[in-house]
């Protein structure tokens, strides 16, 4: 794979040293073609490019976050953010048996405030000792029979560390409570097997590791579990027979498109389709391999000029994310955006996030800019 060639497909790299996929992924120039490709059709079509292009474009959205799960067609709904389609799936739950609900307090906070409004339910968070995992006999002990699910991530936000999804299920079906998974910092640049892992919901988004851009996320619900699932919030993509415009009538989509709400934002439909072929096209696995080599190269050249890391040290334990402990985060992250690096920080640590378009060169002008801005705490 000539992975310099990639670099042309995003225009940012022109002018900035572009680290921060975790947050948000560069533009690339098949994402803007297809912001284009859909005002064209808007303009040239109007109403009728629903049914000759954009439900087409749904279901071929549906189908490419299908194979990079591993999981089907019909297992997959999209929604506009992970909070939607969080609140969709945590509806339909019975919290009368089970009113606990197990997390980390790793987790991105949206996953955990889905249930931080629900008087009916008490969370339980599970500590990490050192602010970069939390092992899964932890997770184990939190749980009893009055747990509905443990919700956590695939890989953590702040640290980069992966999560074994298998073992979180594994857990969680032990006490018959259901394992869901936010992958959002996951999906594209680890490889995923969600029946392979007995994941029973996985929640997961565009804008970073797929490449796509805001306003589009997507749920994973496992067929068995979907078509018991009965959501209490509702709109017509979830109606079985949405296009028979019966307002008396609601039939549950006989899969996890039952968690679908109102009309999709077709601009960010076009361009996660884009984004996702890039990643296709590429392929997971090498992906993977890309993103390991640059985040071990970034870690050696840190380590190195003496920076104290929160990512794991094992290359399998860590993904795309390089946490670096800081004295005055927000402080770095301002010079460093004067100097054209584009990285972010969430509490004491800066975050670093090499993808595939990155090369050596990017890591070594960041870690050399870091050194003038911010020397290491010792
Ligand atoms: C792990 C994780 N979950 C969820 C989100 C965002 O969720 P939402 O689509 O609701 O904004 C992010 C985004 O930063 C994230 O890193």
């Not at 739950?93 to 089970?98: F, G, K, Q």
């Not at 050696?300 to 334990?317: F, I, V």
Request: charged share 25%; aromatic share 10%; glycine share 6%.
């Amino acid at each position: 794979m000539d992975w310099s060639a990639w670099r042309d497909e995003f225009p940012t790299f022109r002018t900035a040293t572009y680290l921060n996929t975790c947050s948000l992924a560069p533009l690339s120039l098949r994402v803007r073609a297809a912001h284009e490709r859909f005002l064209d059709e808007w303009e040239a079509l109007g109403a009728s490019a629903w049914y000759e292009l954009w439900i087409g474009a749904l279901d071929a959205l549906r189908g490419k976050v299908a194979r990079v799960l591993g999981a089907r067609s019909d297992e997959i709904a999209l929604a506009p953010s992970v909070s939607v389609a969080l609140s969709a799936v945590a509806s339909a739950l019975d919290y009368a048996e089970r009113p606990r609900v197990v997390l980390s307090d790793l987790e991105f906070p949206t996953l955990s405030y889905q249930w931080a409004v629900k008087p009916a339910v008490t969370r339980v968070f599970v500590a990490s000792e050192d602010g970069i995992r939390v092992p899964v006999d932890r997770f184990e002990s939190a749980m009893d029979d009055r747990t509905a699910v443990v919700a956590t991530s695939h890989v953590y936000y702040t640290s980069g560390a992966v999560q074994d999804i298998r073992s979180i299920a594994k857990v969680a079906h032990a006490h018959w409570a259901l394992a869901l998974i936010d992958a959002y910092q996951a999906t594209g640049q680890l490889p995923t097997d969600v029946h392979a892992g007995d994941v029973d919901v996985l929640v997961t988004g565009g804008l970073k590791w797929l490449l796509g851009g805001t306003g589009i996320a997507f749920l994973y619900v496992r067929s068995s579990l979907a078509k018991e699932l009965r959501p209490t919030i509702a709109g017509w993509f979830g109606n079985a027979r949405m296009f028979d415009f019966d307002a008396k009538v609601f039939e549950f989509h006989e899969g996890a498109r039952r968690f679908e709400l109102g009309t999709t934002a077709n601009a960010a439909v076009y361009a996660a389709n884009a984004g996702l072929d890039i990643v296709l096209e590429i392929g997971v696995d090498r992906l993977r391999e890309r993103t390991s080599e640059l985040v071990t190269d970034v870690i050696e050249r840190l380590s190195d000029a003496g920076y104290s890391l929160k990512t794991p040290d094992s290359p399998t334990e860590r993904a795309g994310i390089v946490a670096i402990h800081l004295r005055d985060p927000p402080k770095v992250v301002k010079a460093l955006t004067s100097r054209k690096f584009v990285v972010d920080y969430r509490h004491d640590r800066l975050r670093v996030s090499p993808y595939f378009y990155n090369n050596a060169d990017d890591n070594e002008r960041f870690v050399e800019a870091l050194r003038t801005i911010a020397p290491p705490v010792r």
